[in-house]
């Protein structure tokens, strides 16, 4: 069972970090829904939109050709 538990804790952990309030991780795409979910405010983000993470406070939206 502690290990078990020892599992279930890492693994919470390693997703935990992905994306937290107006924090991304640099060199990751985000779907602009989920940057909203995780306290991105700003009002350019559309949620149907595909975001490119910079820095960890700066997105660019990812030109999609379709």
């Known amino acids: 069972m502690v290990k ?3 599992v279930v804790i890492a693994t919470l952990a390693a997703i ?3 994306v937290q ?3 991304c991780t ?3 795409d985000y779907c602009g ?3 909203k979910e995780h306290g991105w405010q700003e ?7 595909l975001y490119h993470c910079e820095s960890k406070d700066n ?3 990812i030109m999609m050709p379709w």
Do not use: C, M
């Open 59 to 61: 997105v660019t939206p």
């Open 43 to 49: 009002k350019r983000l559309d949620g149907h939109e």
């Open 26 to 28: 640099p060199g990751l």
């Open 4 to 6: 078990f538990i020892s």
């Open 33 to 35: 829904h989920t940057l």
């Open 21 to 23: 309030a107006g924090d």
């Open 16 to 18: 935990n970090p992905v």
